[in-house]
C-alpha cells in the first residue's frame, strides 16, 4: 500500500498534548493521528448505517418525524416510571 504525506496545522498546545499522548503510548505522533482519523472514520461510517437503517425502517413503515418523535417520548416518560 503507498502512503501520502499530507500537512495538518495545530494549535501549539493541542500539538503537545498529542505528543505527550503518543510518547505515553511508544509510538510516534504519525501512528497516533493515522489511528484517530482511521477510528473517527470507522464511526462515521457505523452512524450512516445507524442512521440508513433508521430512514429505511421508516420509510418501508411509513412513519412520519412525529410518529418517531412519538415513540421516543413514550419510551422515555416508560422509562421514567421504573426508576
Known sequence: MTTTTVNISFQAD???D???????ESRSRS????EAARLYVERQRRWD???SLGDSTARNRNLTENDISDEVAAFRQER????
Not at 498529542?18 to 505515553?24: G, P, T, V, Y
Open 14 to 16: 493541542f500539538l503537545a
Open 18 to 24: 498529542i505528543d505527550a499522548e503518543a510518547k505515553r
Open 31 to 34: 501512528e497516533l493521528l493515522r
Open 49 to 51: 448505517s445507524v442512521f
Open 80 to 83: 421514567g416510571k421504573r426508576r
